[in-house]
């Protein structure tokens, strides 16, 4: 009765006479279970074998006919289980277990009870178990080959922006004696450098990037800027492939956003650097980019479509695209560098923003990304271009549609844009208009046509109607691949693909303005804003225990003017400020990793002195360690500002402004 609970079927059996007893059965069982033959132990078993359990279970069940087999096992232990498998049957029921049990009173006999039990559960858990377990040993072992991969495929990323920085220094230093292509390869170098710094990030938080956590900063930047330096960190692979780039622009009437510029631009540079990788020498790539409708006046949507005729991806493939470390198995991938992680950090920045990305890929066609995004407006004030109302411009490219975007442009602002497609066309068209009552007031070429390029044109036009007509070169790639020779061929100034509204209002508003078009893009040049706010005699305390980093933050500081105290560890920063007479110090710069003392506990050990200046004194973090647990640390340990490294000079100013005007 005990044992009926956990069995379905209970035997008695007497091993020496052959004997076989039926004790327990319960009703509706399989038909193999509560059988008994003859009453005979053997008979039973035998039955049980040839007529129900499959074959691959038989030699394992056949042993239990024998008693001698079974006493051979009870010299082991009292009792033992064996599992098998029966054929289907009514009940649905098809793993069993058989537990028998020595249960002689003494060496002269040999009595056992055995018992049979459904246990379908326990082995499909078993089941499940084992699959996942299988599951997971599989993953740990993609994840751990992936991770050991990954130092040696992340130098592509990293080297795409480091490729920028080491050739606009050289750049810089073959025309030292020209401060305008200096200033412009200054301001490439530190676009790139903060591309690269914010990968950097990345790479070393895994943990951010693989769970989505990553943390979006909102600040006021321009569209047409961000598109300008994605396509400064993409062309050097563009031109080493030779590559065709075709960027547009579609009813774009917000061009001024909030938003992480830094991290919408590190997706937009993972996906172009993907096509560059992925397209045969001398393919198309191209970016279009096109405003949605919202309902809201405080938001506007934008769609960015980014495509390629590359070698494209297979239908397998794209289910695991967003994986991290994941990459196609192709002979054509795997000679490629990347670390699979460019797709995973592209998507988690897009979801972020509440936006999507749609991929559309054949292989030996090529793939489509559509990026859309929705971004707050910031409340800027229209450029006034009421001054070139009605003015002519002849538009210059080969690419009909392109041509016609441009045209529409003018026409949104006021001017008479007018296009043709071809340089020979473009140079009869001038020639006709000079001659007539309303000659153009500029011309816009498309740097790269068939037959006659743009600089061609230009020459061309000048040698028609002469040097009076403003020339202005548009293209999607540098200005400085094709300079020396357009200036050499007449051209006045240089307009980025894509073009914007507001590029071409400041572009002509500046010629009126000076008599001339302006020399080119306008380079960024925050040094030049830094030195402009002056600090002069306000004394500062800079704690840096590395010798070159606090040469480099001192020379920075005193360009603004500042005074500077030195201290090579946190306990030396402590002991300055004691020894110092009370408001001696109007900030202090403190680096966290230090010997000696730490930045936190000199911050804390500072801010404990009990004197008013102690605890006024902005303290502000200099340091290496930048991602947003390290903000909370330094606020916690009574910190004001957290400034990380490599120094950005926008951010260091609003810090001095905010505390010391």
Not at 261 to 282: E, H
Not at 295 to 303: N, P
Request: glycine share 6%.
């Amino acid at each position: 009765a005990a044992l009926s609970g956990d069995y379905d079927v209970i035997y008695y059996a007497d091993l020496d006479r052959d004997s076989c007893q039926l004790i327990q059965s319960r009703p509706d069982l399989p038909a193999h279970l509560g059988a008994l033959i003859d009453g005979s132990y053997t008979k039973t078993m035998r039955f049980l074998v040839d007529n129900y359990i499959l074959p691959e279970y038989q030699e394992r069940m056949a042993a239990l006919c024998d008693p001698a087999a079974i006493l051979e096992r009870f010299a082991q232990g009292p009792d033992f289980s064996v599992r098998y498998q029966v054929r289907p049957n009514d009940q649905g029921q098809e793993y069993f277990e058989l537990h028998m049990a020595d249960v002689s009173l003494s060496a002269a006999e040999h009595v056992t009870v055995y018992g049979i039990r459904c246990v379908d559960e326990a082995v499909n858990a078993e089941r499940i178990q084992r699959q996942l377990l299988q599951d997971a040993l599989a993953q740990a072992k993609k994840a751990s080959s992936a991770k050991t991969d990954f130092l040696s495929k992340v130098s592509h990323d990293i080297r795409t922006p480091m490729n920028a920085i080491i050739g606009m220094t050289a750049i810089a230093e073959a025309h030292l004696d020209d401060p305008a292509r200096v200033r412009d390869a200054l301001g490439k170098i530190s676009t790139s450098s903060r591309y690269l710094l914010g990968l950097i990030n990345d790479v070393l938080d895994m943990s951010k990037i693989e769970s989505g956590a990553i943390t979006l900063n909102e600040e006021a930047f321009n569209l047409s800027d961000l598109l300008n330096n994605l396509l400064t960190m993409v062309q050097p692979q563009i031109r080493q492939g030779g590559h065709h780039l075709d960027v547009r622009i579609q009813d774009i009437q917000h061009e001024d956003v909030l938003g992480d510029s830094l991290r919408i631009q590190q997706a937009f540079v993972n996906i172009m650097s993907n096509a560059v990788k992925y397209t045969p020498d001398g393919g198309t790539i191209s970016l279009a980019v096109r405003e949605l409708p919202t309902r809201t006046h405080k938001l506007a949507g934008y769609e960015f479509t980014f495509r390629d005729n590359g070698i494209g991806m297979s239908q397998e493939y794209l289910k695991h695209i967003f994986e991290p470390f994941s990459r196609a198995e192709d002979v054509r991938v795997s000679r490629i560098q990347g670390t699979g992680l460019g797709m995973t950090i592209t998507q988690n920045i897009v979801g972020q923003m509440g936006g999507s990305i749609r991929v559309e890929s054949e292989e030996g066609k090529g793939s489509t990304f559509v990026v859309t995004i929705f971004l707050k407006l910031q409340d800027a004030q229209e450029l006034d271009a009421s001054e070139l109302a009605d003015l002519p411009v002849l538009v210059v490219d080969d690419d009909q549609d392109a041509c016609d975007s441009v045209c529409e442009l003018l026409h949104q602002i006021g001017m008479r844009g007018e296009g043709c497609t071809s340089g020979r066309e473009a140079v009869e068209r001038v020639r006709q208009a000079e001659d007539g009552p309303d000659p153009f007031y500029a011309v816009i070429l498309d740097w790269r046509m068939p037959e006659m390029d743009g600089v061609e044109t230009a020459k061309a036009i000048r040698r028609a109607v002469g040097s009076d007509l403003p020339v202005i070169i548009l293209s999607a790639y540098d200005w400085s691949d094709v300079e020396p020779e357009a200036r050499a061929a007449g051209v006045n100034a240089f307009l980025s693909k894509p073009v914007f509204r507001s590029g071409l209002i400041r572009q002509f508003k500046a010629i009126r303005a000076d008599g001339g078009p302006a020399a080119g893009p306008a380079p960024q040049d925050q040094l030049r804003e830094f030195q402009d706010s002056r600090y002069d005699g306000v004394r500062v305390l800079l704690v840096e225990d590395n010798d070159l980093n606090r040469e480099i933050a001192r020379e920075i500081l005193e360009m603004a003017g500042l005074e500077v105290d030195e201290a090579e560890n946190g306990k030396v920063a402590v002991d300055k400020v004691i020894a110092g007479e009370s408001g001696l110090y109007r900030m202090i710069f403190m680096d966290i990793q230090m010997p000696v003392m730490s930045g936190y506990d000199a911050a804390m050990a500072i801010r404990s002195l009990g004197r008013p200046d102690s605890l006024s004194v902005p303290i502000v973090a200099m340091t290496a360690n930048a991602f947003v647990e390290d903000v909370q640390a330094a606020k916690a340990a009574g910190m004001n500002e957290h400034l990380a490294k490599p120094i950005d000079f926008d951010k260091l100013s609003a810090i001095l402004k905010k505390y010391l005007n």
